[in-house]
C-alpha cells in the first residue's frame, strides 16, 4: 500500500453509523480520518433528554462493546426494553414480543441519539489511527483512479484511498459520486416528543397502529416515553402548534389511554418520512453506508441498526483486504461490502414498506387480515420467536463485531 496518501480511508459524516465505522476500524494500520460538521458540544448529552432516540437491537449493542464504548454509553442513559407491544387501532389484532419466552433478558434498549454519536465521536480519536476533524465539513470531492482528493470548507486537503459517505439521507458523497437513488415520499411526517404518563411503562415499547400512521412510546430510564407519532403532514402540522395540554389530551385519545393521562410534554419536533435506496453503494474508492445508502419508515425502529451493521460489515471487509494486502478502495474489494449488506437491507426495505402498506390500509379486507394475521402471529409463538430474534439481530449474516462472545 502507498504510503504517499494522506490516509487509507476518509469517513465523511460522523453521525452514529459513521462514528461507529470509525471505531470499528480502531486499533489497525489503516490510517482513518472521521470528519463532522457539527461541533462536538453541540452534540454532548445534557440534562434534557434528546428528542431523537433510537431502538438499539442487540446486534448494534454487541458493535458497541466490542469497539469500547458500550460502557461510556450505559454511563449516560440507556433504556433496556423486555417486552414489546403492537396493536391495530381498527380491530382485535394485536401481538406481544416478550424477551423471557425467547429466554433473553431483553429485546433492546433505546438510547438517545446524541449519546450514541458522542461517546462514539469520543472514542474514535483514543484509537492510535483515528484523525477526528471535528468541525469540518467536505467542501469538494475529486474521485481519481487511485486516489480521492478531499477538500474541507477551511481549505484543508488530501488524498485518500478510499471515501466512505455516512453523511446522512442527503449525502453529498453520493452526488459527488453521481449514484442515483430510488424511493418515494410516505407522505407522512413523524412527530417526536419526550412524555411522562400516569402509568408505568413497564420497560415496554408500545406501537399502536392507527389508519393515519403509527404511534410509539418508546420507555426511558427515568419513568418518562419517547413518542413516535407518524401522521399526514397536515396532522403533525395540527399537533406541533396545538398547547401543550391539548397536545397531551389528543396524544393520551390517539393511545387509547393505554398509559393513562399524558403530561409533562417537553418541546416537540417533526420529521418527513421516506423511503430511499441508493441505486449502489460502491464505486471505486467510494462507498456508501447507513442514510446514505438508505432510508426507512422508523415504523419497526431498524435505520439506524441497518446502518451500524453496514459499518461493522465494511470495516471487516477492509480489514480482510488489508490483512491480504489488497487495494482496499478497488472495486473488486467493495463489492464484497455491497453484496453483504444491499441485499440484506434491500430486504428489510420491503418487509417494513410492506408493513407501512398494510397497516395505512383502511380496505375492510386488508383491515380484517392484517388483525388475523396479527393475532395468528401472535399465537403462531415459533414463527413469533423466529421473527423476534431476526428484529434483534440474534440471526442473520451478522458481522464479526456484532455476534458478540457467543460469535
Ligand atoms: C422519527 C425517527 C425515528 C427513528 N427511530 C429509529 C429507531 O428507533 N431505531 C433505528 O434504528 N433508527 C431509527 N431512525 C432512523 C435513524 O435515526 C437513522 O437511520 C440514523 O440517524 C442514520 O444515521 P447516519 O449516521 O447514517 O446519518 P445521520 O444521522 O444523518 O448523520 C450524518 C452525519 O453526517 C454529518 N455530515 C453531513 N454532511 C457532512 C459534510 N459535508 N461534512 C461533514 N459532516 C457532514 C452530519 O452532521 C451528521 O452528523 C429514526 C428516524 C426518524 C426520522
Same mark, same amino acid.
Given at each position: 500500500?502507498?504510503?504517499?496518501?494522506?490516509?487509507?480511508?476518509?469517513?465523511?459524516? =460522523?453521525?452514529?453509523?459513521?462514528?461507529?465505522?470509525?471505531?470499528?476500524?480502531?486499533?489497525?494500520?489503516? %490510517?482513518?480520518?472521521?470528519?463532522?460538521?457539527?461541533?462536538?458540544?453541540?452534540?454532548?448529552?445534557?440534562?434534557?433528554? &434528546?428528542? !431523537?432516540?433510537?431502538?438499539?437491537?442487540?446486534?448494534?449493542?454487541?458493535?458497541?462493546?466490542?469497539?469500547?464504548?458500550?460502557?461510556?454509553?450505559?454511563?449516560? /442513559?440507556?433504556? +433496556? #426494553?423486555?417486552?414489546?407491544?403492537?396493536?391495530?387501532?381498527?380491530?382485535?389484532? %394485536?401481538?406481544? #414480543?416478550?424477551? *423471557?419466552?425467547?429466554?433473553?433478558?431483553?429485546?433492546?434498549?433505546?438510547?438517545?441519539?446524541?449519546?450514541?454519536?458522542?461517546?462514539?465521536?469520543?472514542?474514535?480519536?483514543?484509537?492510535?489511527?483515528?484523525?477526528?476533524?471535528?468541525?469540518?465539513?467536505?467542501?469538494?470531492?475529486?474521485?481519481?483512479? &487511485? @486516489?480521492?482528493?478531499?477538500?474541507?470548507? &477551511?481549505?484543508?486537503?488530501?488524498?485518500?484511498?478510499?471515501?466512505?459517505?455516512?453523511?446522512? *439521507?442527503?449525502?453529498?458523497?453520493?452526488?459527488?459520486?453521481?449514484?442515483?437513488?430510488?424511493?418515494?415520499?410516505?407522505?407522512?411526517?413523524?412527530?417526536?416528543?419526550?412524555?411522562?404518563?400516569?402509568? #408505568?411503562?413497564?420497560?415496554?415499547?408500545?406501537?399502536? #397502529?392507527?389508519?393515519? $400512521? +403509527?404511534?410509539?412510546?418508546?420507555?426511558?430510564?427515568?419513568? !418518562?416515553?419517547?413518542?413516535?407519532?407518524?401522521?399526514?403532514?397536515?396532522?403533525?402540522?395540527?399537533?406541533?402548534?396545538?398547547?401543550?395540554?391539548?397536545?397531551?389530551?389528543?396524544? @393520551?385519545?390517539?393511545?387509547?389511554?393505554?398509559?393513562?393521562?399524558?403530561?409533562?410534554?417537553?418541546? %416537540?419536533?417533526?420529521? +418527513?418520512? !421516506?423511503?430511499?435506496? @441508493?441505486?449502489?453503494?460502491?464505486?471505486? /474508492?467510494?462507498?456508501?453506508?447507513?442514510?446514505?445508502?438508505?432510508?426507512?419508515?422508523?415504523?419497526?425502529?431498524?435505520?439506524?441498526?441497518? =446502518?451500524?451493521?453496514?459499518?461493522?460489515?465494511?470495516?471487516?471487509?477492509?480489514?480482510?483486504?488489508?490483512?491480504?494486502?489488497?487495494?482496499?478502495?478497488?472495486?473488486?474489494?467493495?463489492?464484497?461490502?455491497? !453484496?453483504?449488506?444491499?441485499?440484506?437491507?434491500?430486504?428489510?426495505?420491503?418487509?417494513?414498506?410492506?408493513?407501512?402498506?398494510?397497516?395505512?390500509?383502511?380496505?375492510?379486507?386488508?383491515?380484517?387480515? /392484517?388483525?388475523?394475521?396479527?393475532?395468528?402471529?401472535?399465537? *403462531?409463538?415459533?414463527?413469533?420467536?423466529?421473527?423476534?430474534? %431476526?428484529?434483534?439481530?440474534?440471526?442473520?449474516?451478522?458481522?464479526?463485531?456484532?455476534?458478540?462472545?457467543? $460469535?
Amino acid at each position: 500500500m502507498s504510503r504517499s496518501l494522506d490516509y487509507d480511508v476518509v469517513i465523511a459524516g =460522523g453521525g452514529m453509523v459513521g462514528a461507529a465505522l470509525a471505531c470499528a476500524l480502531g486499533d489497525s494500520h489503516l %490510517r482513518v480520518a472521521l470528519i463532522e460538521g457539527t461541533p462536538l458540544a453541540r452534540i454532548r448529552p445534557d440534562i434534557e433528554i &434528546d428528542l !431523537r432516540v433510537s431502538a438499539i437491537t442487540c446486534a448494534s449493542q454487541r458493535l458497541f462493546v466490542a469497539v469500547g464504548a458500550w460502557e461510556a454509553m450505559t454511563a449516560w /442513559r440507556v433504556s +433496556p #426494553f423486555r417486552d414489546m407491544r403492537v396493536w391495530d387501532a381498527t380491530g382485535p389484532g %394485536r401481538i406481544h #414480543f416478550d424477551s *423471557a419466552a425467547i429466554g433473553e433478558p431483553l429485546l433492546g434498549w433505546i438510547i438517545e441519539n446524541r449519546v450514541i454519536q458522542y461517546t462514539l465521536l469520543e472514542r474514535a480519536p483514543a484509537l492510535a489511527n483515528v484523525d477526528l476533524l471535528c468541525p469540518a465539513a467536505l467542501s469538494l470531492v475529486t474521485l481519481r483512479d &487511485d @486516489a480521492v482528493h478531499v477538500q474541507l470548507d &477551511d481549505d484543508r486537503a488530501f488524498h485518500t484511498r478510499l471515501l466512505v459517505g455516512a453523511d446522512g *439521507a442527503g449525502s453529498r458523497v453520493r452526488r459527488w459520486s453521481d449514484i442515483r437513488t430510488e424511493g418515494w415520499s410516505y407522505d407522512q411526517k413523524a412527530v417526536v416528543a419526550t412524555v411522562s404518563t400516569e402509568k #408505568f411503562h413497564a420497560e415496554t415499547a408500545w406501537q399502536r #397502529f392507527l389508519p393515519t $400512521g +403509527p404511534l410509539a412510546f418508546l420507555p426511558l430510564h427515568d419513568g !418518562r416515553c419517547s413518542i413516535v407519532w407518524s401522521t399526514t403532514p397536515a396532522q403533525a402540522d395540527h399537533l406541533l402548534q396545538l398547547d401543550e395540554d391539548d397536545f397531551a389530551l389528543e396524544l @393520551a385519545e390517539a393511545f387509547d389511554w393505554r398509559l393513562g393521562d399524558v403530561t409533562g410534554i417537553t418541546a %416537540r419536533g417533526a420529521f +418527513p418520512l !421516506r423511503l430511499q435506496h @441508493a441505486r449502489t453503494y460502491v464505486k471505486p /474508492r467510494v462507498a456508501l453506508i447507513g442514510d446514505a445508502a438508505h432510508v426507512v419508515h422508523p415504523l419497526a425502529g431498524q435505520g439506524v441498526n441497518l =446502518g451500524l451493521m453496514d459499518a461493522a460489515a465494511l470495516a471487516e471487509v477492509l480489514l480482510d483486504a488489508s490483512a491480504a494486502d489488497k487495494d482496499i478502495g478497488s472495486l473488486k474489494v467493495l463489492r464484497r461490502y455491497e !453484496r453483504w449488506r444491499r441485499g440484506e437491507n434491500l430486504l428489510m426495505l420491503g418487509v417494513l414498506d410492506g408493513f407501512k402498506r398494510l397497516f395505512g390500509s383502511t380496505l375492510t379486507p386488508v383491515r380484517l387480515l /392484517r388483525n388475523l394475521g396479527l393475532s395468528a402471529t401472535d399465537a *403462531a409463538v415459533p414463527i413469533k420467536n423466529l421473527l423476534a430474534r %431476526r428484529a434483534m439481530g440474534l440471526s442473520g449474516d451478522l458481522p464479526r463485531l456484532a455476534r458478540g462472545s457467543h $460469535g
